[in-house]
């Protein structure tokens, strides 16, 4: 196995902010036309279930391209498969902003989840690329900690641009987004993974090595672990505005100010995971999760129901499964690629595909499943808590037997 150049080609600041603001893109794609969404629907004649399926396209793509993505960058180098992506992110962009229908926008979106599909894969192989074990763990949570700037000022961002414009215009903003992340990579970035280091671009290679990573426990359960605290993160995010705006009656204003417990939740938990992750092991870490994630599933399953018309009855579980998420994340990334150095390029674009196929998954089921988003956030996602506390569990136990 091939260990990280002693020599790293980037600090792990430098690789912390470029990895961060890549990965920032996902969530600000979501998080900035949150607000619309009522907007959206009303606009474009369609109905919420419409509104909804342009979440679940950009999940699916963002998914799915993330397995050819790691693949090309194993190939062609990390910072050249960044800028060919981004760029189909940014192009995804310019379709939204002038869409004059459904169709075209999600066609949009299908654009933008393969674009950003980058910003995961990429971010995770960079780390995985120049650091490894409690450094690589340390740079993961200064990646979260970075990525919380961008979806922290999104929905306030959103509102203000409701006020002054249309929706149209939050997809001028993200293509913006995108072209200064081309430039990031291009002027400030330095490739991280050396020439002797690259991996032949054929299909047999491509499915051996997925193959190699969906037999291997140390890679499925903390994969799959991700996959589930994720899926809850990106189901809320498709839920909430239903619930808060057409439910409990909130404005887009009042919508961003709220979700301002969703950002500060993530933000603590990322600073207080940061200093964590320099005095305990990982698995500790995601154990303190656990607890965390555990209390979030039960606030869910009882928050909403006792208070129907309260916004801390849903939006205190919010906060919890924020602070469970900044926990478990750098320490089951790290856990699931630690072994795998060699591909980490396949092996990080696997765990983002878990990750984002989790978020498809949930939200698509918070759609066709259920009659309402109340009723979704309520079952779903402490079904979703218990599953990742299993997985998680399942992992500890295997790494200490081993």
């Not at 379709?95 to 989840?113: D, K, M, N, Y």
């Not at 291997?216 to 991700?226: C, I, M, R, S, V």
């Not at 949930?362 to 979704?376: K, M, N, W």
Request: glycine share 12%; with cysteine.
């Amino acid at each position: 196995m091939t260990s990280p150049s002693p020599t790293p080609a980037m600090s792990g600041r430098r690789t912390a902010i470029i990895g961060g603001l890549m990965v920032a893109t996902g969530p600000l794609s979501l998080t900035l036309y949150a607000p619309a969404l009522p907007s959206l629907v009303t606009d474009l004649g369609t109905t919420d279930a419409g509104g909804k399926l342009t979440l679940t396209v950009y999940f699916a793509a963002f998914a799915l391209a993330q397995l050819l993505c790691g693949p090309l960058s194993d190939r062609f180098g990390r910072r050249s498969t960044g800028i060919a992506f981004f760029a189909i992110y940014v192009l995804g962009s310019l379709v939204c902003t002038f869409a004059p229908s459904l169709e075209v926008l999600l066609f949009g979106r299908i654009l933008q989840g393969f674009g950003v599909s980058a910003g995961v894969a990429l971010s995770r192989a960079m780390v995985r690329d120049l650091f490894v074990g409690r450094e690589a763990i340390g740079i993961l949570t200064l990646i979260n900690l970075v990525l919380t700037v961008a979806p922290a000022v999104a929905p306030t961002l959103g509102s203000v641009i409701m006020l002054v414009g249309s929706w149209h215009l939050m997809f001028v903003v993200m293509g913006a987004f995108g072209l200064a992340i081309i430039a990031l990579l291009g002027f400030s970035s330095r490739e991280t993974l050396a020439e002797e280091r690259r991996v032949p671009l054929h299909p047999k290679t491509v499915l051996s090595n997925y193959g190699r990573l969906l037999r291997a426990p140390a890679f499925l359960l903390p994969a799959g672990t991700l996959a589930s605290a994720f899926g809850g993160f990106y189901a809320s995010a498709a839920l909430l505005p239903f619930v808060l705006i057409d439910q409990i009656g909130l404005s887009p204003f009042q919508f961003a100010m709220a979700m301002l417990i969703q950002t500060g939740s993530f933000i603590t938990g990322n600073l207080v995971a940061g200093r964590l992750s320099k005095h305990i092991d990982g698995w500790q870490l995601v154990a303190i999760g656990l607890v965390l994630i555990a209390l979030a599933g039960l606030g869910y399953a009882i928050g909403p129901r006792l208070w129907p018309g309260e916004v801390l009855g849903v939006m205190i579980p919010v906060g919890f499964w924020m602070l469970a998420l900044a926990c478990i994340s750098p320490s089951a990334t790290a856990a699931a690629m630690s072994g795998f150095g060699e591909i980490a390029g396949s092996a990080g674009a696997l765990t983002g595909f878990f990750q984002m196929g989790g978020g498809f998954l949930a939200s698509l089921a918070g759609t066709l499943f259920f009659p309402e988003a109340r009723t979704a956030l309520v079952i779903l996602m402490p079904a979703l808590a218990a599953v990742a506390i299993v997985l998680a569990v399942a992992d500890l136990l295997r790494t200490r037997r081993a």
